[in-house]
């Protein structure tokens, strides 16, 4: 049976940069709604919000404090529940971000744990080792150890990120039934669906393993907390029970480090338990022109795309008929499009049809739609991650400038990647009459007032695309890469009698290419298409359909 989110086209909206309604620099829900009327001219359907819990913000909202109720920085949960309303008026439908891995240290539960050590809560969380020694020598994804010291009992408790953000307990039926009844009191409210943060990493191995590396150091163990068996063990009744509960409820879950494989078993209908999932694992990178010198983590890499075509190929084979692949080129975790791939705006445009054509939900990370790129942020400070600072330690022993370094980093951090919102050429760019809280340099020309205005623009480019998109052909046509070099991607969508070719010229060089589709019903970029053979200029895009 058709679910609503076979068709869903979802435009991720990081809260704190989109629109500031009270002018403190910050984004909220209020501003959120004010923009309603530019999502529908864009035409997606669907919005994802980072998360807007009561949080300390030290990961900016994904340390929740309270599940309970919206931070105040966002604003209320009138304001919450005005702005589900608003846009289920306009036809837009709402997920939100649901992170069930792990609290912020402020949740009461963790406060209790650490208050009284025989605190029910205590096996709410995860703690391990005595004497002031460390269970194991694994490593947190945000740099130094997962474990934490808790003075008073010489034990330590696990954080896979930020030191603030203690790992929950699923093994404790009590944490499990809490996340439940949090996921259900938000779909009572009215939401459509749920992104499920990092839940692969709900369950750990045996601590009393160590990673095998050289004494002293702390890798980041992934194969003892990431896509372990009982993964699926916790979250099958969680996502039975919702699914009883919310028949309509879209589960989409980031599953960054997941094979398509696992993908497949995650979100296989026979196993009850995901809608769909998000991998990190089809961004390729050509790593081959790396310096040895100093830590890949934050070198400028070129995208391999010949590596790209195979993953498109294995992803979309693979879960054709089990479920829908997530397609999306950015999100709040990884460099904008337009700076960590394209090269230019043509080829931006063009990655875009070429990808968000395929079968698939497609996710628009806010602002790409204008071709944003990421900020370029003037001190290191500014990141505030420890993983940059030890990476521009490292390479300032290699005699990288500081400013190199920033220049560096800017393109490749997740940070400069979350720049408020330009609505308009002015001072804060219509975004706030305030500073907005992430500053940085703005390094693109696009504004969303003057894009709106232009026929030619991005943003009325992605507005076709988005069109084309909601037809049956391109929501439900099977796919098929066409075999071809490294200078193109080439697929064909067929549904019953209707056929059509989306080509993108990977190059900056003429394309040729044989085919007897003679009807345009895309274009980016220059063409000429004669009976049997069509030349895309460099970068350029086309959608055909046989005639
Ligand atoms: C997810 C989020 C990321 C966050 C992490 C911890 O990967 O996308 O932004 O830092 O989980 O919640
Ligand atoms: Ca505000």
Redesign the pocket.
């Known amino acids: 049976m058709k679910k609503w989110y076979d068709e869903a086209i979802i435009y991720q909206i990081y809260p704190k940069s989109f629109q500031d309604s009270n002018n403190d620099g910050i984004g909220d829900l209020q501003g959120i709604k004010q923009r309603i009327p530019y999502l529908k001219r864009l035409g997606i359907n669907t919005v994802w919000l ?1 998360p807007v819990f009561v949080s300390p913000q030290v ?2 909202g ?2 929740v404090a309270n599940y309970f109720a919206i931070d105040e920085k966002m604003g209320t949960m009138a304001d919450m529940e005005d702005l589900i309303s608003a846009l289920h008026q306009n036809g837009i439908r709402i997920i939100m ?1 649901f ?1 069930l ?2 609290t912020s240290d402020q949740h009461p539960w963790f406060k209790d744990a650490i208050a009284n050590p025989k605190s029910i809560y205590r096996d709410y969380y995860l703690f391990a080792g005595e004497n002031g020694h460390r269970p194991n020598n694994w490593g947190s ?2 740099g130094g150890s997962v474990w934490e010291p808790d003075p008073k009992t010489g034990q330590f408790y696990f954080h ?3 030191k603030h ?1 203690p790992d929950l307990n699923w093994k404790n039926p009590g944490v499990r039934k809490a996340m439940l009844d949090i996921a259900e009191f938000w779909l009572k409210k009215g939401i459509d669906g749920l992104r499920l ?2 839940f692969i990493h709900i369950a750990k191995a045996d601590f009393r393993q160590n990673y095998p590396a050289p004494e002293g150091q702390i890798p980041v163990a992934e194969p003892f907390f990431a896509n372990l068996p009982e993964v699926v063990h916790y979250l099958r009744p969680f996502c039975q029970q919702i699914k009883q509960d919310y028949p309509d409820c879209l589960l989409l879950g ?1 599953a ?1 480090s997941a094979n398509v494989n696992l993908a497949a078993t995650y979100t296989d209908p026979e196993n009850n338990l995901l809608d769909a999932a998000i991998t990190f694992r089809c961004f390729t990178e050509d790593d081959s022109h790396l310096d040895s010198a100093i830590p890949a983590a934050y070198q400028v890499k070129p995208f391999d795309f010949e590596a790209f075509k195979l993953t498109q190929m294995v992803w979309e084979q693979t879960l054709a008929g089990i479920s829908m692949p997530v397609l999306y080129w950015s ?3 990884m460099s904008r499009l337009r700076t960590r791939i394209a090269k230019n705006d043509m080829q931006a445009k063009s990655l875009a049809m070429l990808l968000y054509l395929e079968r698939g939900i497609p996710i628009i990370y806010y602002g790409e739609e204008l071709g944003l790129t990421n900020l370029a942020f003037k001190h290191l400070a500014d990141f505030k991650d420890q993983t940059v600072f030890d990476f521009a330690k490292e390479a300032e022993k290699e005699g990288y400038s500081e400013a190199e370094i920033l220049k560096m980093v800017s393109k490749t951090h ?1 940070m400069p990647a979350r720049g408020v919102m330009p609505w308009q050429r002015v001072e804060n760019y219509g975004f706030s009459k305030h500073r907005p809280w992430l500053t940085g340099e703005k390094q693109d020309d696009h504004f969303a007032e003057a894009e709106i205005a232009d026929s030619e623009s991005f943003f009325n480019f992605y507005r076709q695309l988005i069109a084309l998109k909601k037809t049956p052909l391109f929501m439900e046509g099977s796919y098929y890469l066409h075999p071809t070099s490294n200078k193109s991607f080439i697929y064909q969508r067929d549904l019953g009698d209707e056929s059509a070719l989306v080509v993108v010229n990977l190059t900056d060089k003429p394309l040729k290419v044989k085919t007897r589709y003679q009807k345009v019903i895309l274009s980016n970029g220059q063409y000429s298409l004669t009976d049997n053979e069509l030349q895309l200029a460099p970068f350029a895009g086309l959608v055909l359909e046989r005639d």
Request: proline content about 0%.
């Open positions: 980072n990961d900016n994904y340390d971000d992170v891995n792990h994804f945000f896979l990120f930020d953000m943060d990092a980031e960054a999100n709040h975790d997740k």
